[in-house]
Nanobody, 122 residues
Framework: QVQLVESGGGLVQAGGSLRLSCAASGRTFTNYAMGWFRQAPGKEREFVAAIGLSGSITYYADSVKGRFTISRDNAKNTVSLQMNSLKPEDTADYYC???????????????WGQGTQVTVSS
């Protein structure tokens, strides 16, 4: 089992930047593919970005591609989301996600953090 704690949210003007971090506790962080999702008021939770076990593979939603960068530090059990050129439509609660992956790439279970709020003013 893994526990996830997000930090780094806040209020920023359009065009600005924020860096979100997610600290994972528990064992074997390198067995978890990590990701970020977001949920705006009145909308469903949506995928933002994901990173593979070693950090060599990343994937982004089209809406954030070129503006957001996901990274992980396996020595520190952390995953980060650098968000640049923020837009008002990026306003949402951002959630860290950890997916347990076993040998062969089999998904076992997903875990979620409590979320951190990001507000982008126009």
């Amino acid at each position: 089992q893994v526990q996830l704690v997000e930090s780094g949210g806040g209020l920023v003007q359009a065009g600005g930047s924020l860096r979100l971090s997610c600290a994972a506790s528990g064992r074997t962080f390198t067995n978890y593919a990590m990701g970020w999702f977001r949920q705006a008021p009145g909308k469903e939770r949506e995928f933002v970005a994901a990173i593979g076990l070693s950090g060599s593979i990343t994937y982004y939603a089209d809406s954030v591609k070129g503006r957001f960068t996901i990274s992980r530090d396996n020595a520190k059990n952390t995953v980060s989301l650098q968000m640049n050129s923020l837009k008002p439509e990026d306003t949402a609660d951002y959630y860290c996600n950890a997916d347990l992956i076993v040998a062969g790439g089999l998904y076992i279970k997903g875990y979620w953090g409590q979320g951190t709020q990001v507000t982008v003013s126009s």
